[in-house]
């Protein structure tokens, strides 16, 4: 028995450490950096990685292309961090929030040539903090002895962050009956994955036939359209359409998974409205930020359908990516049942945007 966190752990403690501006240590075939996330270092911690001039800003080939700068990396760009780097100036790079306000930015000289594994397994740490994009590395020798002296979480990884890249493990934690507006015959299940991350919810409604296909709905978190009625989207109308339908066929299950703004968080999703509201699209928006279109990880639903008994689904929704990745992780998709609802004049380009960019089918 041993006290000591497991790879698993320190992956997740990393997340908290990013999030609270601390640096982490990551270890890839004997090479070492100290990494941070661009968004919430702290200014002395800054200045302290820039020190020497070895530092590096990873960031991803999205907000890469909005700043022009070359990608030598695939996926992902490095520039020099100068010594004399401010926090402003590093806000200027990896927030486009000033891109309109300062649009003369650079020119940005990318580095090549290189290893940037550890650069990419930075990126993906610090996206699964749901921070900006963007992160500070700086080599250092000796992580393991820096880690143990200053108290900092240190991952070892190979090609990729392992646990980042798999579904997480989820356990059910408790169900209970819940009677709801839209059907008395409710059940609330809460699942919680095993790396840290956020619990996601089932709703159950009625007794569903394990045997048939059940009348499924995958609902991705959406504070400002599920609570606060927003109308620049369709989420509420539809969270409380999926509920209404399987009430009226009398069973059904609504998966309701925390990946709000499409897995970017609700911070960067707000950043992503701000950029809408300076005339850029949804994608675009994502874009600009470092993001992809979608950075939500539908194998969850597809596990926690599994662990329900769920192996046969008609699926409500107008994307065919769902119907795809429920299909490729296990889960027969015998129907796809459209979910046409809430469209209002202030969500007509949204939708229009999801139908053009996105495969949605209106
Ligand atoms: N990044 C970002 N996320 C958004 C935006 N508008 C809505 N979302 C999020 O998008 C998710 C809903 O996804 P949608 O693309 O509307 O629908 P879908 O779930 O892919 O497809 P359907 O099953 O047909 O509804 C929720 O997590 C919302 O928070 C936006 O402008 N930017
Ligand atoms: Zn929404």
Known sequence: MTYAPTDAERIARARSDLRMGL????????VEALVAGAETLKPARLTALAQGGAAELAITHRRAETLKVRVYDDDIARL???????????RAIIDPAGDLATPLKGPFRALRGGEAGLHRAAIQLVKSARLLPAAVLRPVAAGEALARDSALTRIVIGDQVPFLSQAPALD????ARL???????GRLHIFRPDDGGEEHYAVEI?????SLPTLTR???????????????????PQLRGALAQMAATGSGVLLYLNQEGRGIGLANKMRAYSLQDQGFDTVEANHRLGFEDDERDFRIGAAILRKMGFAQVRLLTNNPAKVAMLEKSGVAVTERVPLKIGRNPLNESYLATKAAKSGHLL
């Open 23 to 30: 640096p982490v240590i990551l270890s890839r075939g004997g």
């Open 80 to 90: 020099p961090v100068p010594e004399d780097i401010t926090p402003r100036g590093l």
């Open 172 to 175: 059910p934690v408790i169900s």
């Open 179 to 185: 009677p709801m507006a839209a059907a008395e015959a």
């Open 206 to 210: 009625g007794q569903p036939d394990r």
């Open 218 to 236: 995958l609902h991705s978190a959406c504070f400002t359209g599920d609570v606060l009625g927003s109308l620049k989207c369709d989420c509420g």
